[in-house]
């Protein structure tokens, strides 16, 4: 069946260092992809989106990058503050019934 | 006010009970999804619906149903709650093919 997997549940990244966040996905019809941020206590929230008909998208100093051909997401964020400290999701579109469906999440720990 | 409002936010109940979790958005989307989460396992979708008269399954729709009263509320019912229910359940609102907006989420924990 479709699935998203994220390929570490933790991540520790200095203070100031870029982070990375892996996800993979299964469904090779899905064209549409969406990062979500989720802090203590809160729902997630939006944090970039990207599509299928593109492999880059960036935000304010955040990168979405997607590989349709070994169907890998990252989520780029540089230069990290304490308020990236969040879990992060990735999600993706499945085409054949619009279902959201998403990933394990990656919690990241942002080190002084 | 928050776009997208859940109550309650927290319910203790027992086995056996039937629980109601209410969802209600002023951003006039059409689409609106109820997920569980866990930890470690991430948000699973449970069942979501596209308009008043479209309702869908999703990954874990077993044990759990929902009506969509109008389009601005959809609510989850549990008919008789079974400790591994017990979860964070977030509902969310869509305008395909945006982003999804959430609620702030309802802790569900049944002894």
């Known amino acids: 069946g479709e699935s998203v997997g994220l390929h570490l549940p933790t991540l520790s990244v200095q203070e100031g260092d870029n982070s990375i966040i892996n996800c993979a996905y299964s469904?090779?019809?899905?064209?549409?992809f969406i990062w979500y941020k989720q802090e203590s206590g809160k729902g997630p929230q939006f944090i970039i989106d990207?599509?299928?008909?593109?492999d880059k998208r960036q935000g304010q100093r955040v990168t979405v990058l997607l590989n349709k051909t070994v169907k890998h997401l990252s989520l780029q964020i540089a230069a990290t503050q304490p308020g990236d400290s969040a879990v992060y999701f990735c999600?993706?579109?499945?085409?054949?019934?619009?279902?959201?469906?998403f990933g394990k999440g990656t919690r990241l720990h942002i080190l002084p | 006010d928050a776009d997208v409002t859940q109550t309650p936010r927290n319910r203790i109940t027992k086995t056996g009970k039937r629980i109601m979790l209410e969802c209600s958005q002023t951003?006039?989307?059409?689409?609106m999804y109820w997920y569980r989460q866990d930890p470690g396992l991430g948000l699973r979708l449970i069942y979501y619906?596209?308009?008043?008269?479209?309702?869908n399954k999703g990954e874990i729709s077993d044990g759990y149903s929902v009506s969509r009263q109008a389009q601005a509320k959809f609510s989850l019912s549990l008919e008789s709650a079974i400790p591994n229910q017990t979860a964070l359940y977030f509902c969310?609102?869509?305008?395909?093919?945006?982003?999804?907006?959430f609620g702030e989420g309802s802790r569900l924990t049944v002894l």
């Open positions: 990207i599509r299928s008909n593109m």
């Open positions: 469904n090779s019809a899905s064209d549409y």
């Open positions: 969310a609102t869509s305008d395909f093919p945006g982003e999804l907006f």
């Open positions: 619906s596209f308009d008043v008269k479209d309702i």
């Open positions: 999600a993706v579109l499945m085409n054949r019934d619009d279902k959201i469906i």
């Open positions: 951003k006039g989307h059409d689409r």
